[in-house]
């Protein structure tokens, strides 16, 4: 009988302190005065965080059923500066009930409803907030022992501006929603949330392990995630900022495109291709305005790097890399020389100007280098832009079976490009380098090359039209390829008048070939092309037009003999110089006949029609009509001679094919 008393007595008791605190919440907001809840609030947010915030808009209570104070325009204003550092639409402060019941205002929480913060960097790195991080630091250092009444401050809706006086830049953020966790309990601070830029939604955490130590600028420790669709970052280490700010630790980031991320940030993509996946890692330290990199990992576009990175406040990235295979394919896959039919320079406007905005100075070395279809071994180059102007300065290249040294500079100008260049090319595969520079396959061997070249201009087609400079070229024990020429001389000193044949086939051996030639306004004269073999020699002279890609050559051909030429025949290259086409000079071919010269002289001497018809008649092997009776001997002489042609229009000895020619080369009469 004694227990069901005590539970009735026990649920009076809660029922009346139900209905006392129903009470309590009706009744207090007409007790509490409104002006009294602003300032003992506005004192709580002042002891808390040492900010002495402005409340100008209404004030408005309510008790039930929970507790909050609601203020409108709120701003917290700097006096040095001028500009407010904070401002908001409403500021809601949450109050904790109990306390509430006995007249003192305690605050659980704060939001801020649609604010906007500004940061404004001056020229000497101080900033409007200076004054309002040293009052917080004071506050905090004031109070190492009391624990504060509120630990969380929320940001609705809100927008951080970004100001830079001495770089000009301006940045917002929009949407901010964050959840900032107070020091009340222990020293750290932690922020998580989210926000917008550029259209993209950006999740962010940052904690700092000490925060009163990191306000007056002492060593922190501190973490920073962003994670996004462009990209993620975090940043695990340390920071301080007094007597300058410095940072130490490690930095990890990755992202799908790096192309993207560019375009995301407001930067101008490099042009060209590639650039898609990307990862960074390294040791970061930060001072003042220069970031340093060192153990530097890098992955781009599956090309895998290691070194020392440093970027400094004037925007000049600086550095030293190092990988075992590099593919440089995707960044010139649309740098194209040619047109697609492969028959003219490309006339596509090249545009420069995506190389302002950044200095970049990086050295780099690889065991293996890939540049479209061209395979390099080991290189070492140096890769400098600067205003606009990008230097490439290769210091050794193992390429095209030899070596390959240099700089290549390419600059924006008023033409459009502004391109110099001097290579050197040691003992490297003729046919494959001068086949990938310039789509010439002809010549085999060894060899040196040497191009010292400048021209300007708004395409690689008005590039070629006004190039200037000198090309040289040695080789030794190689061969000219689809031209047979000891073929052709031999058979031309056999029967001059003969059918040349498919000459155009096989090669010309050389022991030696020397080319020089002077290039002004895209035609490169030849000052010196000779060729010497065991059997044949060469020697040429003429011009080739680059932007037509035409040969235009006159020369000599010889056939040797312990060195002496025992044989000589001049002749023409003219056409593409990807098929260019060799002519025999005919009237050498007609001199050296001897049943073609009466015709020769007969045509010199414009008259002589006797003449003439016996020597076609000789040429055609054709019978000679038996003179009328009583002709002069002179004029029986031929038909004497019977109806063969004499011995240098059909030597006796072509019954056969010559000495060192097949016999598919012997003419169409005598088989």
Known sequence: MIAPVVVKRLGFAVLALVLAGLCAALILPFLISADAVREAVQGEIRSVTGLDPVLRGKTAVSLFPTGSVSFEDISLDDNRTGAPALTAERALARLKFFPLLVGRIEISDISLVRPTILVVFNEDRTSNWSHHIEMLAESLRQRPERTASFSEIRIEDGKVVLRDQSAATLETLMHVEFALAWPSISRSFAATGSFAWHDERINASISLTDFAAALRGERSGLKVRLAGTPFKAGFDGYISYRPTLKMEGTLAA?????????????????????????????????????????????????????????????????????????????????????????????????????????DIDLRLSAARVTLGSAKLGRTAVTASLRGGHFTVAIGESEAFGGLIKGTLELASSPAGADLKTQLQFAEVDLDQCLGELFGIRRLEGKGNLALAIESSGGSIYELTKALNGTATLSSHKGAIAGFNVEQLLRRIERRPLSGSGNFRVGKTPYETLTVVLKIVDGIANVEDVRMSGSVVGLDMTGSASIPARELDLRGTASLLSAAVPAFELPFMVQGPWDDPIMLPDPEIRLQRSGAAAPLLDAVRNRGGSDAVRSALERFKGAPTPEPAPGAPAAQQAPALAGASAPADAMPATETSAPAGVPAADTPQSQR
């Open 254 to 358: 990755d992202a799908a495109s790096l192309r993207d991320v560019l375009r995301w940030a407001g930067q101008e993509p490099p042009p060209a291709g590639g650039f898609g996946r990307f990862a960074f890692k390294a040791q970061t330290n930060v001072v003042a305005a220069t970031i340093g990199f060192s153990g530097a990992h890098i992955e781009l576009d599956d090309n895998v790097g290691d070194g020392v990175l440093t970027f400094d406040g004037h925007q000049t990235l600086q550095g030293t890399l190092a990988a075992g295979s590099l593919d440089f394919s995707p960044y010139v896959s649309t740098v194209r020389l040619l047109t697609g039919g492969e028959h003219g320079w490309d006339s596509k406007p090249i545009t420069l100007n995506r190389l302002n905005g950044i």
